[in-house]
């Protein structure tokens, strides 16, 4: 009779159990409905998972969707106003990020702002870093902002097939000079090569899911020469990698300075400033670490925008000529562009923003990490979800974006070719969201613009063609990842003029 009663009991509680996790699962906002224990861990594709969530969001009518991946929640953003709502209205909560043992422990990367967790540690490096990287500071880099560029068009018509090579030592260059001071070499640069090693080791340890660790954090405690626990191997590879990044050319900055020949840098005034009572060891340690963040932030995704630059460009010859003639009235061709030339040239300040929402260069930003329940639109959101805004849905919605997948640079313009001030917000969304927005914008906006003025004012980007004639396309693919790129295609660069060889030869040599 008893052992009935019991029976009786568990199967009551169960029931209600059940009821309970349906009304809590009803009350979630949409999304694939996924298996027991694994939940959506099979649905999510490898790559490219921004156009599955947008899809998604279609068809279960909903801006917000969730995923359950093997027990944690997941909630994916895929409108600007859901964005708005959350990130930015309600940032207090929705600024923390998901904490990675592989990054941030194994390879020890939690000197990296960008992976910290939302507190007085990150406050503190994002204030260091928004000193020298707010609207107006930015405004100081531009002579060298330009000078990299000046460079890019030379290495251009020295070696066009390595394109994507300059691009990369271009914004190296301009990072590592703004940050260090460090001049670096024509190429193959020790500084840069060190900084490369390291961002290939964190983009392999951030990539979210790809190790067991991630998920099982206990495993960090098994030992090296345990059989399976080579990541623990990779790591500690990884760890001497970004090390190096975060002290080679610190160290590079502290000798010259103690010899008086260092050059201006924000770490040159970081280390000018500090105050005697100070604990140095620990400031020096912020430092290092915001001046690497600015390497890791900014070379990738300035590489990233200028590569799908080249690409649309092959893509669209008529917006090419479009803007040529634009660069031809203002600057004339017996000169080089300069910033003082943007305010005229509006239709390459749109053709900017139209490079930046077609191949957005994060489709995902960087997943935030929801911090306390929340509820939006009746949906209840859990604490401890990882929350992704979809920046490819949000550049690619047709009610904003009308045909959304061609490149149309008129579209940020008003009828009489002035720039729209309707669309700040839209524009926005390419660097991400709420108090975790990318604090290097500025820079990053300025450096792609006079990259793709002065390329435009020198040379046609031509498709190019084989031994028979016949014109080479682009393939348009890009790798899929936390940065895309375009994967790898032919481009001409044919110069403009007779005289554009000289024209960068002065350039050059205006801007040294
Ligand atoms: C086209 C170029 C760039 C794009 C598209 C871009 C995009 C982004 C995105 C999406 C985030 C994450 C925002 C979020 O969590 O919601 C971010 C963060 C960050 N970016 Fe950028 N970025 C660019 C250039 C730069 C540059 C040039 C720098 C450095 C000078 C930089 C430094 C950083 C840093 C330090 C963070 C971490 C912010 C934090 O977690 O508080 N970025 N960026």
Redesign the pocket.
Known sequence: MIDLQVVALCVTAALAIGVFLRQRRRSLPPGPKGIPVLGNVFDIPKEFEWIAYDRWSREYRSDVIYLNLAGTPVVVVNSAQAAHELFEKRSLLYSDRVRLPMLNELVGCNWH??FMDYGDD?RER?RV?HQF?HSNASVGYRPRELKVARELLSRLLESPDDFMTHLRHMAGSL?LGVTYGIDVQPSNDPYIATAETALHAISMAGNAGAYLVDYIPILKYVPSWFPGAAFKRQAAEWKKATDAMLERPFKAVTQAMAEGKAHPSMIASLLTELKEDEDKDRKEKVFSGVAA??YT??SD??VS?LGSFFLAMLLYPDIQRKAQIEVDRVVGRDRLPDFSDEPSLPYVTALVKEV?RWRP??PL??P?RLTSDDVYNGYHLPSGSIVV?N?WAILHDERTFPDPEAFVPERWLNEDGSLRSDMRDAELA?????R??????Y??VAS?WIGIASVLSTFDLLKPRDANGHIIEPSGDYYSGLVTYPKPFRCAFKPRSESTVELIHNGLQESD
């Not at 390419?430 to 709420?434: C, D, E, L, Q, S």
Request: proline share 3%; hydrophobic share 60%.
């Open positions: 702002f960008l990150w994002r870093f990287f990072i963040a600015a932030g900014g995704t300035t925008a930046l260069v994060t930003a960087v935030h805004g920046v390419a660097f991400g969201f709420g975790r927005i990318c604090p290097g914008r820079m990053a792609v």
